[in-house]
């Protein structure tokens, strides 16, 4: 059982949004602005899409975007393409115990 | 080009040891942590090791603490992990991943190596 809790799958159709939940606890998400997402297309390596919850590295599309509640973090997707159909995790740090923590991957069918 | 190459991989014997390295290129490697992440057959991404700048501070996370080693030689741009007492829940890809400018994100990702524990 994964530490963060993400849906199994989500989809959506072309050029529509979709919002991915990470529901984690005030020992991680809660108490760290340090939430990062990854998308892994099959077979590939992951890709990092979002850190430090909002900031996204130089060459990721605008289409992607992240933010944080409470315990929980969600990573959007605005604008879907064909291309975006991949696997997306969330991490967040978890404090000295267990540094990094991930959720189980979210499905996205486009 | 940040590059991640890992190497190493293979079948191995429950109680066995393998050595897996990871050559970089592209960047200043002694300037960033490095880390092992894995990913079983049809699961999620888990990390496994990082290892700090120095070589000196390294972390485990609790289902290989004790069997697992990371080590890094910045004269090489070389990432090692040693895995001993190898288990049948240790199969998985291994992935050699390029930490950020904090510690808290990983922005670079090795193609990734097949480890099988099995007899």
């Known amino acids: 059982q994964s530490a963060l809790t993400q849906p199994a799958s989500v989809s959506g159709s072309p050029g529509q949004s979709i919002t991915i939940s990470c529901t984690g606890t005030?020992?991680?998400?809660?108490?760290?602005?340090?939430v990062s997402w990854y998308q892994q297309h099959p077979g590939k390596a992951p890709k990092l899409l979002i850190f430090?919850?909002?900031k996204r590295p130089s060459g990721v599309s605008h289409r992607f975007s992240g933010s944080k509640s409470g315990n929980a973090a969600s990573l959007t997707i605005s604008g879907l393409q064909a291309e975006d159909e991949a696997n997306y995790y969330c991490?967040?740090?978890?404090?000295?115990?267990?540094?990094?923590?991930f959720g189980g991957g979210t499905k996205l069918t486009v | 080009e940040v590059q991640l190459l890992e190497s190493g991989g293979g079948l191995v014997h429950p109680g066995g040891s393998l050595r897996v390295s990871c050559a970089a290129s592209?960047?200043?490697?002694?300037?960033?942590?490095m880390s092992w992440f894995r990913q079983a057959p049809g699961k999620g991404l888990e990390w496994v090791s990082l290892?700090?700048?120095?070589?000196?501070?390294?972390y485990y996370s609790d289902s290989v603490k004790g069997r697992f080693t990371i080590s890094r030689d910045n004269s090489k741009n070389i990432l090692y992990v040693q895995m001993n007492s190898l288990r049948a829940e240790d199969t998985a890809v291994y992935y050699c991943?390029?930490?950020?400018?904090?510690?808290?994100?990983?922005?670079?990702w090795g193609q990734g190596t097949l480890v099988t524990v099995s007899s």
């Open positions: 991943v390029k930490g950020g400018s904090s510690w808290y994100y990983f922005d670079y």
């Open positions: 592209g960047f200043t490697f002694g300037d960033y942590s």
């Open positions: 290892i700090d700048t120095t070589g000196y501070n390294d």
């Open positions: 005030s020992s991680d998400v809660g108490s760290y602005n340090l």
């Open positions: 430090e919850v909002t």
């Open positions: 991490c967040s740090h978890g404090g000295k115990t267990t540094p990094w923590v």
